[in-house]
């Protein structure tokens, strides 16, 4: 059983939120806790310069709002928001954060896959512990 799970929650695939949690309840420890954590990629700076930053525009207030949602109110779900590249940034805070289990998503591999590499195959090289991928 693990104490610690993470659970990347991309906004374009929230759907799949409730199964990662389904599985993240069978895997945890009695005393174990979950984190739900989206990573928002910073804008470009080139992009940036035409934007008026305003704080109604910054997502990070309503994207917490909805990961609380997510959590249902559990008490052992906390939720978080960051910046930066998903793939380096998840596997950086489960090592940051005691982290010993992350359930990530995936779609079958195609061929753009195999190429590119996909976030959670990102995830599953550089994480520092176990990697649960969820089809």
């Known amino acids: 059983?693990?104490?610690?799970?993470?659970?990347?929650?991309?906004?374009?695939?929230?759907?799949?939120?409730?199964?990662k949690i389904a599985a993240g309840?069978?895997?945890?420890a009695e005393d174990g806790r979950m984190t739900l954590l989206t990573v928002l990629e910073d804008i470009p700076g080139f992009v940036a310069e035409f934007?008026?930053?305003?704080?109604e525009n910054h997502l990070t207030a309503r994207i917490k709002d909805e990961l609380d949602r997510l959590a249902s109110g559990a008490d052992n779900i906390s939720t978080e928001v960051i910046t930066g590249k998903p793939g380096l940034k998840v596997a950086e805070f489960a090592r940051e954060n005691?982290?010993?289990l992350v359930i990530v998503g995936s779609?079958?591999?195609?061929?753009?896959?195999?190429?590119l590499g996909s976030t959670a195959s990102r995830i599953s090289r550089r994480a520092p512990c176990s990697v649960f991928i969820l089809r």
């Open 51 to 55: 934007v008026e930053s305003k704080p």
């Open 98 to 100: 005691h982290v010993d």
């Open 107 to 115: 779609h079958k591999p195609g061929v753009r896959d195999y190429l």
């Open 1 to 19: 059983m693990y104490k610690h799970i993470l659970i990347p929650v991309a906004l374009d695939h929230e759907g799949v939120v409730a199964n």
């Open 25 to 28: 309840r069978r895997l945890l």
